[in-house]
Nanobody, 118 residues
């Protein structure tokens, strides 16, 4: 059974950093592209970053470009989102998503809360 578990969220102050992790069980991680999303209260879920199966190509939303970095370790079946220079506007629940690049079938984690105080 496929399961995605995010961790690493928490309460930080403006300018600080966090590193989110997404541990994937079920054996599918190396063959699936990965993305990180977030959803703030009352807002739509926002795509932040995506990375290919091999980890060669990361793409970012303008809102996080230069501050966030997506990465993956296929041997550990784990994805990461390094978040630097956080601001209160980054406060949201953060989700990881896996997607099969051929079938489009996707899987979501349960989310981890990130709160940035001013």
């Amino acid at each position: 059974q496929v399961q995605l578990v995010e961790s690493g969220g928490g309460l930080v102050q403006t300018g600080e950093s966090l590193r989110l992790s997404c541990v994937v069980s079920g054996g599918i991680f190396p063959t699936h592209a990965m993305g990180w999303y977030r959803q703030a209260p009352g807002q739509q879920r926002e795509l932040l970053a995506v990375i290919t199966t091999g980890g060669e190509d990361g793409r970012y939303a303008d809102s996080v470009k230069g501050r966030f970095k997506i990465s993956r370790d296929n041997a550990k079946h784990t994805g990461y989102l390094q978040m630097n220079n956080l601001t209160p506007e980054d406060t949201a629940v953060y989700y990881c998503k896996l997607e099969n690049p051929r079938s489009g079938v996707s899987y979501w984690g349960q989310g981890t809360q990130v709160t940035v105080s001013s």
